[in-house]
């Protein structure tokens, strides 16, 4: 029972009411003080580009899962967002990233610490259908090589601006108020949901340490019959109250609206010392974007609306 609450503000998309629908994220937090109007314009042109990368998708008749990575992977491609290239580092300097892809017929794939793979989501895709397996810590070479992810040097996803966000977080404490991880949650043309979520963790996080992202039911979901939901924000807090599954079992067992249900859980995550943000798209009906931190990158895409917000 949440004790804590912060405001929630939330977006409903327009247009998606049945068939084709995608939601992004870009992660949630605040602005942080590198923020510069040429930043955050650059930010709303990638957030373009991946709902047009992803959307194509659906309009082609591909599946949810296909275009929730065609989304995802313009988003870690580009540095402003903490995922592929441009992810936070650890404490001591690393780029440790994470990532999980679930399809509404509940099948899942997710990494945790990998180090050198261009497209983190490909790496959870690649558990995903070529394992028996659902996550995988800090996969070696012999399998990313096996599984023909893309890989890139260590170097590739270090930014200057990440490295200085680190100096600043040791210096004067973490850097909780910026964050930036990705996400996407579509439906497809057959009524099919997935989720993906993709993200460097904690500027400053302890090495090892796992947040929510890569862990099906906290911060990626996906359940055919009820909603897929991607979160951002605080993992532990998104950990303590396995946000999404709890998303979606609020549709189902209450009878929630995806509103009232990523409303509701956004208090659930503030009572357990957290804050961010959710996208949730219902088996039916319009998609959700909610969040109780400052702001929001996000946006949609519907057969007759679209909406950017960075
Ligand atoms: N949820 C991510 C994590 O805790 C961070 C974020 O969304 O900014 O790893």
Known sequence: MATTTLPVKSIVTK?????????????????????????????????????????????????????????????E???????????????????????????????????????????????????????????????????LEDWGVETREESYFITEQRKQSLLEAQRDGDEWEKHGTIGAVARDAQGHLAAATSTGGITNQMHGRVGDTPLPGCGTYANDETVAASGTGIGEAYIRTVACHQVSERVRFAGQSALDS?????????????????????????????????????????????????
Do not use: W
């Open 262 to 310: 990523a409303s509701d859980t956004l208090d659930d995550i503030a009572a357990h010392r957290g804050y961010g943000g959710l996208i949730v798209l219902p088996a039916k009906g319009e998609g959700v974007i909610a969040y109780n931190s400052e702001m929001m990158n996000c946006g949609y895409q519907s057969p007759t609306d679209s909406y950017v917000q960075a």
């Open 77 to 143: 491609d580009a540095p402003e967002f903490n995922a592929g290239r441009g992810a936070a580092l650890t404490s001591d300097g690393i780029a440790q990233m994470d990532a999980c892809l679930m399809g509404g017929d509940g099948e899942v794939g997710a990494v945790t610490g990998v180090r050198t793979v261009k497209n983190p989501i490909d790496a959870a895709r690649a558990v995903k259908e070529q394992t028996k397996h659902v996550l995988f810590a800090e996969p070696q070479d012999k399998e």
């Open 15 to 75: 247009g998606g009411e049945d068939g084709i629908l995608l939601v992004i994220h870009g992660g949630a937090g605040g602005r942080g003080r590198h923020s510069t109007p040429e930043r955050v314009a650059q930010t709303r042109k990638d957030l373009e580009r991946a709902l047009e990368a992803g959307y194509a998708q659906l309009e082609a008749g591909a599946s949810a899962e296909e275009a929730v990575v065609a989304a995802v992977h313009v988003m």
